[in-house]
């Protein structure tokens, strides 16, 4: 093949009632000669409308009945960690569980969307679906529960305001995070809680009005034990 240019984006086309299938992005492909060739590489070609250009700089040939695997790219991460992860919404509830086994990571380029299978030292360890994601653009996902990091979840009322009518109208509670982790190496942990009302306060920050958003984050030690708090401040007035 050659001249194959390769599309990375949300394309979409109208339906042609006279076809029997449609296709959301074209490839074009043209065949030549059985040759030796030198491996061909893909090379982005930049931006268009939103969409981004992948040229094969080289031909090649595919013989029938084939599978050939070419290197797409090789994205250098600005940032990559592992954490242990939750997110989850308020209520008045007690809840115990386990945390995930999250990533987070920025890359040095635009990455298109696709699925993505992750590897620590050598060994598969979980498969996941990225979206489009811009040059530098934040990416969390994560690969499952980890059953070596508990925690339960409490929250205490611990003020109340009423209307002239006896209608509640602002409630404060007292949220508690506890961990527990029996690894043997310190771990971080890290909540996202979202919390719904006319208006929010978490801690000290400032009002927020429909949705509040809650993060703990905390070095959970080996083999330990560890407890975060937090206030809410609900005022439905």
Known sequence: MQNTELYAGDVTVQANPQAEAGFAADMVMRAVPTAAAPAPKIQSQGELRGLTRYDLTTPFTLPANSVITLPFLTPKLSRFERYAGLDTYFGTDTRTGTLNRSYRLEADQRLPAGPLTVREDGRLVGQTTLPDTRK??????????????????????????????????????????????????????????????????????????????????????????????????????
């Open 136 to 237: 530098g653009g934040t990416i969390d996902f994560s690969l499952g529960e980890d059953p070596d990091i508990e925690y339960t979840r409490s929250a205490a009322q611990t003020a109340q305001v009423k209307d002239a009518k006896g209608n509640v109208t602002k409630t404060t509670y007292k949220v508690t995070y506890a961990f527990e982790s029996s690894k043997d190496r310190a771990v971080r942990a890290e909540v996202t809680e979202r919390i719904g009302g006319r208006v929010i306060i978490i801690d000290t920050s400032a009002p927020v009005k429909n949705q509040g958003t809650a993060n703990l984050r905390v070095d959970v030690p080996a083999n330990g034990k560890v407890s975060r708090t937090f206030t809410v401040v609900i005022d439905n007035s």
